[in-house]
């Protein structure tokens, strides 16, 4: 169940909502044993949004992410994003689809045989760049989260909040138009948490990105645009 307050009021109206559901049902499972995570579930989130999601563990926020991100095939429902259905899309289709999605998690999921512009780069092998522009980019994105003095560094010699800094540079350094972000707080201190997110939103507000976020931490709920208060379903 969805519970949406409005911290702002935004002026803009755009014709194409970047997230749009519709009675989106999902299930793990089967038979007997077949359990419903998500119930008639609609939302829209508009172009150019910064949305964070609250709400206790195991009411399936994680899943609605995967959804979103391409990640699990929609069951039941409608799941548009940036105007394509994802219903029954074929595996190509959702492979189009993520390659405007960047997403951010707790774990950050750094691979540690590689420094942080090699990280970082690993985001841009699927897109159609010179190496002279990926490079560019790298540094520029890496200069923009505060590490250009740690690009060659691995991740066994960066702080927590520097590996954060290093995947939100990863998810945003291929230009996406959605930025996914799972608990990207967790594990950080109170002003390093602030920090990673306001890099992203910056960030993410000078690329023209959708931002949505499921986080625990009331500590960043004031940067958002809304919050969507996530209720567990009897």
């Not at 949406?4 to 749009?20: K, N, W, Y």
Request: charged content about 20%; overall charge neutral; hydrophobic content about 40%.
């Amino acid at each position: 169940m969805l519970h949406d307050r409005s911290l702002e009021e935004s002026a803009t109206v755009f014709s194409e909502p970047a997230i749009s559901i519709t009675k989106l049902n999902h299930y793990y499972g089967h038979g007997s044993l077949r359990k419903q995570v998500l119930f008639d579930i609609n939302l829209q989130i508009q172009r150019g949004e910064i949305v964070i999601m609250t709400g206790p563990s195991g009411s399936g926020k994680t899943t609605l992410l995967t959804l979103m991100g391409s990640l699990r095939s929609i069951q039941s429902g409608s799941l548009k994003i940036l105007g394509n259905e994802l219903l029954n899309a074929s595996k190509a289709q959702m492979t189009l689809t993520r390659r405007n999605i960047g997403y951010i998690f707790q774990a950050h999921n750094l691979l540690n045989f590689l420094t942080a512009y090699q990280n970082v780069e690993m985001a841009l092998e699927t897109q159609d760049v010179t190496a002279q522009a990926a490079d560019c980019r790298i540094q520029d994105i890496l200069m923009a989260v505060g590490l250009e003095e740690r690009m060659h560094s691995y991740p066994s010699d960066l702080s927590g909040g520097q590996k954060q800094r290093v995947a939100i540079a990863r998810a945003l350094v291929s230009q996406p138009q959605i930025i996914l972000a799972d608990e990207p707080t967790a594990a950080l201190d109170k002003k390093s948490g602030r920090d990673v997110v306001e890099i992203m939103e910056k960030l993410a507000k000078e690329q023209g990105c959708t931002i949505l976020l499921v986080t625990h931490d009331n500590r960043i709920l004031d940067l958002a645009d809304r919050i969507i208060t996530w209720k567990m379903d009897a």
